[in-house]
């Protein structure tokens, strides 16, 4: 079962209302989730609903924690970040070093440092989706959900992303 990590500001322009319109169908998936960070108040709700529903799959810290931001970063799996705008992003840089790979909304810093993954030439780093929209980024998961069935495809993305010199 894949762990997808998120660290973010809990607000819109991270692409929590987007995700906030698909974390059911993600979660319905059996994908486990854990959510680091802190913002808008009705994004802590939902959050909060979410664990009530799924407490066996959803892990939520309403706070930030750079240890447990470093733990997030290298158990998880997968990482999420579906901005709206994200004029550099580190995060995405920070969880491939790591080995989670991102699946990012391709904007910004995240369309410069994520090449999107292609199942015809099996090279790529990450899983990208242009439009901000639930679906696509609904999407994006269920392409890396299918991926991560595949162990030794799986391993070449994260060592490709491993490799990669943001310097």
């Known amino acids: 079962v894949p762990l ?10 991270e692409g929590l209302d987007i ?3 698909s974390i059911d169908h993600i979660l319905d998936m059996g994908v486990q989730m ?5 913002g808008d108040q009705h994004y802590h709700d939902l959050l909060g609903e979410m664990i009530q529903e799924y407490p066996q799959q959803l892990a939520i810290f309403l ?7 470093r733990r997030i970063y290298a158990g998880s799996d997968m990482f999420l970040m579906p901005s709206r705008f994200e004029p550099c992003g580190t995060s995405q840089m920070i969880a491939m ?4 790979v991102p699946i990012v909304r391709a904007t910004g810093g995240l369309a410069d440092t994520v090449q999107d993954y292609d199942p015809s ?10 439009a901000y929209d639930r679906w696509q980024l609904f999407a994006a998961v269920v392409r890396a959900v299918e991926v991560y069935k595949h162990p030794a495809l799986w391993r070449q993305i994260q060592l490709r992303g491993m490799r990669v010199d943001f310097s």
């Not at 854990?34 to 802190?38: A, C, K, L, P, W």
């Not at 706070?63 to 931001?69: G, M, Q, S, V």
């Not at 070093?97 to 989670?100: A, T």
């Open 19 to 21: 995700l906030g319109e």
């Open 97 to 100: 070093h790591y080995g989670s």
């Open 4 to 13: 997808l990590g998120i660290i973010s500001r809990l607000t819109d322009s």
């Open 34 to 38: 854990v959510v680091m960070g802190t």
């Open 121 to 130: 030439t099996e090279l790529g780093t990450g899983f990208v989706f242009q």
């Open 63 to 69: 706070t930030f924690n750079t240890l447990l931001a």
